[in-house]
């Protein structure tokens, strides 16, 4: 059975920074593409960042672009997003997603997600 | 960026009744579109890829069609547990982007 945990959320001063991390099993990790989307309180669904199998393409949405970092260790099933720089609007909580297919980044299987709130 | 409309934002239907949501992207996507069930408190859940494609363990009454710009996504008989918002989203390229979702009570 595919799960995946995130863990790290909290709440983060504005400018703060914080590390989110996704502890993947029950698939060979280092075969998916993942990805990253959030959801603010009573809002929709939001695309943040996606990472290829062995970290060679990386995509993020011009609102993250340069304040947060997609990463992944395959050797620890492991994806992390660090989150630097943040302002209010990245309150959210941030679901870590797996790709459907070999090689895809449809978001196929999600974790519980983790709340992040930016605030003062 | 691919900008998503879907409608209608809200929606309220009696169980057994057959229920539509539409969406519409600004620009050509192929097939290159999913629909994501998200009920309240819990994470999406992947219902239909490729604008058609029915997901394993998926029950039969949901269905979704469509290409190009155009794409639909149908409940034929509404059941008690399919309370919940509902969601497009397109693949064609990044940035991925959703519809504003459609949120659907029963009546």
């Known amino acids: 059975e595919v799960q995946l945990v995130e863990s790290g959320g909290g709440l983060v001063k504005p400018g703060g920074s914080l590390r989110l991390s996704c502890a993947a099993s029950g698939f060979t990790f280092s075969s998916y593409c993942m990805s990253w989307v959030r959801q603010a309180p009573g809002k929709g669904l939001e695309w943040v960042a996606s990472i290829s199998t062995v970290s060679t393409y990386i995509y993020y949405a011009d609102s993250v672009k340069g304040r947060l970092t997609i990463s992944r260790d395959n050797a620890k099933n492991s994806l992390s997003l660090q989150m630097s720089s943040l302002r209010a609007e990245d309150t959210a909580v941030y679901y870590c997603?797996?790709?459907?297919?070999?090689?895809?980044?449809?978001?196929?299987?999600w974790g519980q997600g983790t709340l992040v709130t930016v605030s003062s | 960026d691919v900008r998503m409309t879907q409608s209608p934002s809200s929606l309220s239907a009696s169980v057994g009744d057959r229920v539509t949501i539409t969406c519409q992207a600004s620009?050509?996507?192929?097939?290159?579109l999913n629909w994501y069930q998200q009920k309240p408190g819990k994470a999406p859940k992947l219902l239909i890829s490729?604008?058609?494609n029915l997901e394993t363990g998926v029950p039969s009454r949901f269905s979704g069609s469509g290409s190009g710009t155009d794409f639909t996504f149908t409940i034929s008989s509404l059941q008690p547990e399919d309370i919940a918002t509902y969601y497009c989203q397109q693949y064609d390229n990044f940035p991925y982007t959703f519809g504003q979702g459609t949120k659907l009570d029963i009546k």
């Open positions: 490729d604008a058609s």
């Open positions: 620009q050509d996507i192929s097939n290159y």
């Open positions: 997603t797996r790709g459907l297919g070999y090689g895809d980044y449809v978001f196929g299987h």
